[in-house]
Nanobody
Framework: QVQLLESGGGLVQTGGSLRLSCAVSGRTFSTYYMAWFRQAPGKDREFVAAIRWSVGITYYTDSVKGRFTISRDNAKSTVNLQMNSLKPEDTAVYYC????????????????????WGQGTQVTVSS
């Protein structure tokens, strides 16, 4: 397993931007898929975006396409989520997660596939 630590959450107005960062440490993670999930109050945790660390291929849920960008920084061992044009419905606790090995595009949206999680960071978008 790897250890994950998120940062960068906060309060922003509608239309604003935030950048989340997930510091990754532990064993070699070049074979990992890294993802961001979010959980709004009273709702299930849902998939937001993922990246295949080795080649940088990215995946997004439809509601954030064109607004959010997931990336990884090999030198800093971080996975980042740039969030632009934020909406009140983006308000949630955002979690970083890691899956070791291969995974299908369908399965990567399933939080049960991930064996390492961060503690979460709160994002609040005011209207």
């Amino acid at each position: 397993q790897v250890q994950l630590l998120e940062s960068g959450g906060g309060l922003v107005q509608t239309g604003g931007s935030l950048r989340l960062s997930c510091a990754v440490s532990g064993r070699t993670f070049s074979t990992y898929y890294m993802a961001w999930f979010r959980q709004a109050p009273g709702k299930d945790r849902e998939f937001v975006a993922a990246i295949r660390w080795s080649v940088g291929i990215t995946y997004y849920t439809d509601s954030v396409k064109g607004r959010f960008t997931i990336s990884r920084d090999n030198a800093k061992s971080t996975v980042n989520l740039q969030m632009n044009s934020l909406k009140p419905e983006d308000t949630a606790v955002y979690y970083c997660a890691a899956h070791r090995g291969q995974i299908t595009t369908a399965a990567m949206r399933n939080l049960a596939e991930y064996d390492s999680w961060g503690q979460g960071t709160q994002v609040t978008v005011s209207s």
